[in-house]
């Protein structure tokens, strides 16, 4: 008889005919190091995207209307950009900012981030707004599904790291 897996599910809901992605995980920490690991640049870059690629962070200024960007670099030198900017810091309870990517200029979404204690344990719930549904399917059609799982057991490692 197989084993359940014990690693902990991302939910990615993709409605049809509406622009969002929406996500929800739980963590097995705190939502202290949770927050912390959404906003401390040096976490960042320890988890934030694909493991084949190093990251960049150029700039992580997590306070309203400050901005970020950061790279992400391939083995063969290839850099690949992003940036935005922060509309809504509420420490360790929800966050908003702009994410473009600059392989397509003004493709622009607005990501929210909603940090939940569960005593001991918190949940994420994010959502991505698309300027449309042609663009979310897109980013979809991209990996975006596969990046964000992959993402999310980096930073399961990272936080097991900050207990």
Do not use: C
Not at 84 to 93: C, D, K, Q
């Amino acid at each position: 008889m197989p084993m359940a897996s014990t690693r902990p599910h991302t939910d990615i809901t993709i409605t049809p005919a509406q622009p969002f992605v929406d996500l929800v995980r739980e963590f097995d920490a705190s939502v202290d190091n949770l927050y912390r690991a959404y906003i401390d640049p040096t976490l960042i870059a320890d988890w934030l995207g694909p493991r084949r690629f190093t990251m960049e962070v150029v700039r992580y200024d997590v306070r309203e209307g400050g901005s970020w960007a950061y790279r992400h670099v391939a083995q063969d030198g290839t850099a690949y950009g992003f940036h935005g900017v922060f509309h809504l810091v509420r420490p360790r309870e929800r966050l908003v900012q702009t994410f473009e990517f600059e392989g397509a200029p003004g493709h622009v979404t607005l990501d929210s981030a909603v940090f939940e204690p569960l005593g001991g344990r918190s949940r994420l719930v994010a959502r991505s707004v698309h300027l449309s549904v042609e663009a979310r399917d897109a980013t979809v059609a991209s990996g975006m599904p596969a990046g964000i799982t992959e993402a999310f057991e980096r930073l399961d490692e990272v936080l097991e790291a900050l207990k």
